[in-house]
């Protein structure tokens, strides 16, 4: 679903992993909140960067702190 991403919107941000990530963050688990947060990325990826704190300089941190 995610890898698709990029080819359904044109836009090849989509398919980088710290937007994946982001989506992945977001969704937290839920099937719901994962469309919720693709459905997101498609209108602004940027808003997903953010929803899910990785918008800052800061995001590799971040991601190793949730992501390991």
Same mark, same amino acid.
């Given at each position: 679903?995610?890898a +698709?991403l $990029?080819?359904?919107? /044109? #836009? &090849?941000t989509? /398919?980088t +992993?710290r937007?994946?990530? =982001?989506?992945?963050? @977001? =969704?937290? /688990? &839920?099937?719901?909140r @994962?469309? #919720?947060?693709?459905a997101l990325?498609v209108? &602004?990826?940027? #808003?997903?960067l953010v929803?899910?704190s @990785?918008a &800052? +300089?800061?995001? $590799?941190?971040r991601? #190793?702190? +949730?992501?390991g």
């Amino acid at each position: 679903m995610l890898a +698709e991403l $990029p080819h359904r919107t /044109g #836009d &090849d941000t989509l /398919g980088t +992993e710290r937007v994946q990530a =982001a989506i992945v963050l @977001l =969704a937290d /688990g &839920d099937m719901a909140r @994962l469309r #919720d947060a693709l459905a997101l990325s498609v209108v &602004d990826w940027r #808003d997903v960067l953010v929803g899910a704190s @990785l918008a &800052d +300089e800061d995001w $590799p941190s971040r991601l #190793d702190r +949730e992501l390991g």
